[in-house]
């Protein structure tokens, strides 16, 4: 599975990129309000960090402001993925840019019917946003599950980008049942190696191997 950071936090950006566990990263409005930079100027700058795909969403809401905005969102770097929203305008400007060899990431997604949709409009991506639902008490995963199976019987080649993930239990879970990415806030990424018996354990070889005096360096 691959993963993706969910921010526009070039400190968080940099610091797990080093990691070499970071494939990609995504952004949203909410993302780059927060960040407080100009949004070309931070999109340029996370693709210069990062070099898998690089989603930046248009602000447009009709379908030719969309491919407007999404054309020049791709101008930015080779890596970018002109991010849509799941609703008729965004499955045009879907198809259209698509259609120009962009990479592709549609947005907001809640049901397996609007995947469906994306998919046929030539999405590179599917954003399922599994949090959201299991705040209005749905199940996120039973969705990204839906789409698997979906995308799997007719051998779509859009990849099941699961995002609004909040916890570990969600990585796991997507991972279980094949997301092909998850996008995560960085610090759900930072608490994935996290174990209590594993920083125990490690405590107690550190305290016996200090009786021992050595250096396997010397
Ligand atoms: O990738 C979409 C994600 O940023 C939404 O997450 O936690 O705002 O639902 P959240």
Not at 118 to 138: C, E, H, M, W
Request: net charge negative.
């Amino acid at each position: 599975m691959k993963f993706f950071v969910d921010t526009a936090e070039i400190d968080d950006i940099k610091d797990l990129a080093a990691t070499g566990m970071v494939d990609g990263v995504t952004t949203n409005p909410s993302l780059i309000m927060k960040s407080g930079r100009d949004i070309i100027e931070v999109t340029k700058e996370i693709c210069s960090i990062v070099d898998g795909p690089v989603s930046a969403e248009v602000a447009a809401t009709e379908a030719d402001a969309m491919i407007a905005e999404g054309r020049k969102l791709a101008e930015i770097a080779d890596n970018i993925a002109v991010k849509v929203p799941l609703n008729w305008d965004g499955l045009k400007a879907c198809k259209t840019l698509s259609g120009e060899g962009k990479m592709v990431n549609v947005t907001l997604c809640f049901s397996a019917n609007q995947a469906l949709l994306a998919a046929k409009a030539g999405a590179t991506f599917i954003s399922p946003f599994i949090g959201r639902l299991d705040d209005i008490n749905l199940d996120g995963m039973d969705l990204i599950a839906e789409i698997r199976q979906i995308y799997d019987n007719y051998h779509f080649q859009t990849e099941i980008l699961a995002a609004s993930i909040r916890t570990v239990n969600h990585v796991k879970d997507c991972a279980l049942v094949g997301a092909d990415v998850g996008t995560m806030p960085p610090d759900v990424i930072r608490k994935l190696a996290d174990h209590v018996l594993t920083a125990k354990g490690l405590d107690a070889f550190m305290k016996d191997w200090a009786k021992t005096g050595q250096n396997i360096l010397s």
